[in-house]
């Protein structure tokens, strides 16, 4: 399961850390990861307030680092999300030959099917875009258990 934004330090660390959480209290032996279209936080831990948002859920994300999003990733992972339609039209020029279209989607169609709403990147705004995101990610989360819970997920 690999969760993608553009930084990989606000919203895609927060899916990640979120989704691991959860199938880790239902015993889901998943593999999660995230992973951003853009190279200019590589190496770095996320947002600070995407940190602190997840602490105050009871969930350590400050221990991730950003990486770039790689064509190969279409390999190792069986489903791959992403926050909004320009990850998705990044994702698929970069997958190149290794897109697989049945694979991807947008976070938000697992709760809203076929609306193609996006996670808005709560980059440039204050501490409450964070906790908004954080709500919106986590119900996506929740149903992807839900949906996935009795299949082995890498
Ligand atoms: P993210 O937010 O995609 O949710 O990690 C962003 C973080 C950094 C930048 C853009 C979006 N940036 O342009 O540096």
């Known amino acids: 399961m690999l969760m993608v934004c553009l930084g990989n330090i606000c919203r895609s660390p927060l899916a990640e850390g979120i989704l691991r959480h959860r199938a880790a209290a239902r015993g889901l032996n998943w593999l999660v990861d995230s992973a951003g279209t853009g190279n200019w936080h590589v190496n770095e831990p996320p947002h600070e307030l995407s940190t602190k948002v997840a602490a105050m859920h009871g969930i ?3 221990k991730q680092r950003a990486r770039q999003f790689r064509a190969d990733d279409f390999i190792k992972f069986d489903r791959i999300w ?3 339609s320009s990850n998705y039209k ?3 020029q970069m997958a190149g030959n ?11 169609n697992e709760i809203q099917p076929g ?4 996670v808005p990147d709560p980059w440039y705004g204050t501490e409450k875009g964070y906790h908004d995101v954080f709500a919106m990610i986590d119900d996506a989360c929740k149903q992807i258990i839900k949906k996935y819970q009795n299949e ?3």
């Open 90 to 92: 990044d994702v698929k």
């Open 82 to 84: 992403v926050m909004d």
């Open 115 to 118: 609306k193609n709403n996006s």
């Open 152 to 154: 082995k997920q890498s």
């Open 98 to 108: 290794y897109w697989v279209e049945e694979k991807i989607d947008l976070l938000l």
């Open 60 to 62: 350590d994300i400050s």
